[in-house]
């Protein structure tokens, strides 16, 4: 194995990790609706999204394809450049996660390879257009789309349902949520699967092993759905054990429109390849069902956490994801830069984890006042 | 500058994204609602009036029939792309 090669199996790796923090961050977002609600036991709840997560992998590659095509130069692309994208990712989730701070893994990924490619190349190899209109103007509508469509949703059900007797709504919305959590599960599997999909696809065209135009090899879209299905599965056992205190409580109504909600604007985005914030959409959803309700039932604190997450993250894990690539190319162009940064790299995730699970995990994903 | 923002944004397909949106989520929580309130109303008429509970009845399958073609029809649009 030389030098390139040593690369793009450490940026395979790093790309898989990410991948699998992904599903580990987002389970809370997709399971704590139908958990809170009682809809589904715990562990059938995550054991279900892991499997949908997996099984959402398969279904489109439209956003694998924007992520490879239409943000960067594809002709100046490096391993080394994608390389430090991800890591300046991961440094910024993890940073995020460590605050407590909902935000977008996606936004951080796709942040972190502008912010590379911008200190390799300069700004004549990106894609602004690209970048404005398949990143930034989705992203901006996707959390206000479904705080707008889960409001809607929710006002409807209470009109149909409003005057029969709570025990069997209940129940019935309960069932529903099996459905419209999984079609959430389902959707948050291909947007989010895809962007790895989308990153480990455009390494290997960088490092000569595909074509500019080639599809997305099948053992990528394999690992990629496994990695997150295991990320999303272990990830859910760190929210069992903190759902007792801090998950936030909606009723059955809220909890089926805010996920069937999300579920549409997520899976009508990744249809046409726009590689959206699943946690912000999921968030605006639930915010938007409890909003319908009662307008104070939003905690409007985390409303403008995510606006301040949605702000920073992409200027700063392009700050990152570009120091990382200049500490990186120090080392010169050969394998050296990137053992070293990924071993730093180790060596901060552990402490980071270490330190935020002594002091008890964040969930963020929240709408209604009270918690249980 | 509206020029740029039509350059650069594809309207045409964010508008679609918009609408789709609002119909499956909306329509879905509608037609979901109608599975409840005619089950739930079905139940309460089953003795008394068994032809009203079977209007009821009929509203929940037809309801539930919307679901499940919305829901089978989201995937198979994702998978022909």
Same mark, same amino acid.
């Given at each position: 194995?030389?030098? $390139?090669?040593?690369?793009?199996?450490?940026?395979?790796?790093?790309?898989?990790?990410?991948?699998?923090?992904?599903?580990?961050?987002?389970?809370?977002?997709? #399971?704590?609706?139908?958990?809170?609600?009682?809809?589904?036991?715990?562990?059938?709840?995550?054991?279900?999204?892991?499997?949908?997560?997996?099984?959402?992998?398969?279904?489109?590659?439209?956003?694998?394809?924007? &992520?490879?095509?239409? &943000?960067?130069? /594809?002709?100046?692309?490096?391993? +080394?450049?994608?390389? @430090?994208?991800?890591?300046?990712?991961?440094?910024?989730n993890?940073?995020?996660?460590?605050?407590?701070?909902?935000?977008?893994?996606?936004?951080?990924?796709?942040?972190?390879?502008?912010?590379?490619?911008?200190?390799?190349?300069?700004?004549?190899a990106?894609?602004?257009?690209?970048?404005?209109g398949?990143?930034?103007? *989705?992203?901006?509508?996707?959390?206000?789309l479904?705080?707008?469509v889960?409001?809607?949703?929710i006002?409807?059900?209470?009109?149909?349902?409003?005057?029969? @007797?709570?025990?069997?709504?209940?129940?019935?919305?309960?069932?529903?949520?099996?459905?419209?959590?999984?079609?959430?599960?389902?959707?948050?599997?291909?947007?989010?699967? /895809?962007?790895?999909?989308?990153?480990?696809?455009?390494?290997?065209?960088?490092n000569?092993?595909?074509?500019?135009?080639?599809?997305? $090899?099948?053992?990528?879209i394999?690992?990629?759905?496994?990695?997150?299905?295991?990320?999303?599965?272990?990830?859910?056992?760190?929210?069992?054990?903190?759902m007792?205190?801090? &998950?936030?409580?909606?009723? $059955?109504?809220q909890?089926?429109?805010? /996920?069937?909600?999300?579920?549409?604007? &997520?899976?009508?985005?990744?249809?046409f390849?726009?590689?959206?914030?699943?946690?912000? +959409?999921?968030?605006?959803?639930?915010?938007?069902?409890?909003?319908?309700?009662?307008?104070?039932?939003?905690?409007?604190?985390?409303?403008?956490?995510i #606006?301040?997450a949605?702000?920073?993250?992409?200027?700063?894990?392009?700050?990152?994801?570009?120091?990382?690539?200049?500490?990186?190319?120090?080392?010169?162009?050969?394998?050296t830069? *990137?053992?070293?940064v990924? @071993?730093?790299?180790?060596?901060?995730?552990?402490?980071?984890?270490?330190?935020?699970? /002594?002091?008890g995990?964040?969930?963020?994903?929240?709408?209604?006042?009270?918690?249980? | 500058?509206?020029?740029?923002?039509?350059? !650069? !944004?594809?309207?045409?397909?964010?508008?679609?994204?918009?609408? !789709?949106?609002?119909?499956?989520?909306?329509?879905?929580s509608?037609?979901?609602?109608?599975?409840?309130?005619g089950?739930?109303?079905?139940?309460?008429?089953?003795?008394?009036?068994?032809?009203?509970?079977?209007?009821?009845?009929?509203?929940?399958?037809?309801?539930?029939?919307?679901?499940?073609?919305?829901?089978?029809?989201?995937v198979?649009?994702?998978?022909?792309?």
């Amino acid at each position: 194995m030389d030098g $390139p090669d040593i690369i793009l199996a450490i940026v395979v790796a790093t790309a898989l990790a990410f991948d699998f923090t992904n599903g580990f961050h987002d389970t809370a977002n997709v #399971v704590a609706t139908t958990i809170s609600t009682r809809a589904l036991p715990p562990r059938v709840a995550v054991t279900l999204a892991a499997i949908l997560n997996f099984v959402g992998a398969f279904l489109s590659l439209a956003v694998a394809t924007t &992520i490879a095509n239409d &943000i960067v130069d /594809q002709a100046l692309v490096t391993t +080394t450049i994608i390389f @430090a994208g991800l890591v300046g990712a991961i440094v910024w989730n993890l940073v995020t996660w460590y605050f407590g701070l909902p935000s977008s893994s996606s936004h951080a990924l796709i942040g972190g390879v502008v912010g590379a490619m911008l200190v390799a190349n300069g700004v004549e190899a990106i894609d602004f257009d690209g970048l404005a209109g398949k990143v930034l103007v *989705p992203a901006l509508i996707a959390p206000v789309l479904a705080f707008a469509v889960a409001g809607t949703g929710i006002l409807v059900c209470y009109r149909v349902v409003g005057r029969l @007797a709570p025990g069997p709504v209940s129940r019935g919305y309960r069932l529903g949520q099996v459905l419209s959590g999984g079609m959430l599960a389902l959707a948050h599997g291909t947007n989010d699967a /895809q962007k790895t999909m989308g990153i480990i696809t455009l390494a290997l065209i960088a490092n000569g092993n595909l074509s500019a135009d080639a599809a997305v $090899p099948t053992w990528v879209i394999v690992s990629a759905a496994t990695a997150i299905a295991l990320g999303t599965y272990l990830g859910g056992w760190r929210i069992i054990k903190t759902m007792g205190s801090r &998950i936030i409580k909606m009723d $059955p109504a809220q909890g089926f429109a805010a /996920q069937g909600s999300g579920a549409a604007v &997520i899976l009508a985005a990744t249809h046409f390849g726009y590689p959206l914030s699943t946690t912000h +959409t999921i968030s605006g959803a639930v915010m938007g069902a409890g909003a319908a309700k009662r307008l104070s039932a939003v905690r409007w604190g985390v409303a403008g956490n995510i #606006v301040v997450a949605w702000v920073l993250t992409l200027p700063c894990a392009a700050l990152v994801g570009g120091l990382v690539y200049g500490v990186t190319h120090i080392f010169g162009d050969g394998a050296t830069g *990137p053992v070293l940064v990924a @071993a730093a790299g180790v060596v901060f995730t552990i402490y980071v984890f270490v330190r935020r699970l /002594q002091q008890g995990a964040a969930i963020t994903t929240t709408a209604e006042g009270t918690s249980s | 500058m509206l020029a740029l923002a039509t350059k !650069v !944004v594809d309207f045409g397909q964010l508008a679609q994204v918009i609408y !789709v949106s609002l119909i499956a989520g909306v329509g879905v929580s509608l037609a979901f609602s109608i599975v409840i309130r005619g089950a739930v109303r079905a139940g309460e008429h089953r003795r008394t009036r068994p032809v009203a509970a079977a209007a009821h009845g009929l509203m929940a399958v037809a309801g539930l029939l919307i679901v499940l073609a919305a829901v089978v029809f989201g995937v198979s649009t994702m998978l022909s792309k």
